[in-house]
């Protein structure tokens, strides 16, 4: 069946760039997302890219598509400390948005 | 413009009895779904509304979970009797029409059954 799979956690440096990696299985995904999740609040929308694009870009965000690979990538410039989140990627081909389990942003000051 | 609203926030009940979880779309949307997580998972399909039509319930994990959506507007999810695995976070989410890559989330129903 469908499977995203992400990295658990990820610390970095305020300041530096935080790089979030995922993987999936359906070739047959129409769109690639990425949600923002801080504590106590529910999932934001952060930025989604079609499968026929490579890269997305907006203001501090960058999203990398490797279909070939199944490789989705976010990355963040100058993160910040407000940036510490979980992060999930997720992808979908249709109604149904199939998740990963999250990665846990720590960013130290 | 409000956001999709869930009710209640928290949830804390013991195994066997039975629980109510509400999700208000945003006005407008007919698409809404239901997903949840657990234990610090993957936050998983449950099921998907047009207006109050059921298009597909194939992540529904077993028949003690029933979700309504009468007259097309909010929907409920009951939870019947409630079992320990059944803990987690319990997500709406609402998409109009013809952008279902456009899903709007609410804060989560946390569900604590003990």
């Known amino acids: 069946g469908e499977d995203v799979e992400q990295s658990l956690f990820l610390s970095v440096r305020e300041g530096d760039s935080s790089v979030i990696n995922c993987t999936y299985t359906?070739?047959?995904?129409?769109?690639l997302y990425w949600y923002k999740q801080e504590p106590g609040a529910g999932l934001q929308l952060l930025t989604y890219i079609f499968s026929n694009m490579d890269m997305k870009q907006d203001q501090r965000l960058t999203v990398l598509l490797n279909k070939k690979d199944k490789h989705l990538s976010l990355r963040i410039a100058d993160t910040q400390t407000g940036d510490s989140a979980i992060y999930f990627c997720?992808?979908?081909?249709?109604?149904?948005?199939?998740f990963g389990a999250g990665t846990r942003l720590f960013v130290k000051a | 413009e409000a956001g999709v609203t869930q009710f209640p926030s928290h949830s804390v009940i013991e195994k066997g009895q039975t629980v109510t979880l509400r999700c208000d779309p945003i006005s407008g949307h007919d698409n809404l779904y239901w997903y949840r997580r657990v234990m610090g998972k993957e936050i998983k399909f449950l099921l998907h509304f047009v207006k109050e039509s059921k298009q597909d319930e194939s992540g529904m994990p077993n028949n003690r979970f029933l979700a309504e959506r009468t007259g097309g507007t909010y929907s409920t999810l009951k939870v019947q009797p409630a079992e320990l695995e059944d803990s987690g976070v319990y997500f709406c989410a609402s998409s109009q029409l013809g952008a279902p890559h456009a899903q709007y989330f609410g804060p989560g129903t946390r569900l604590t059954v003990l």
């Open positions: 997720a992808e979908s081909g249709g109604f149904k948005t199939i």
């Open positions: 359906d070739s047959s995904s129409t769109y």
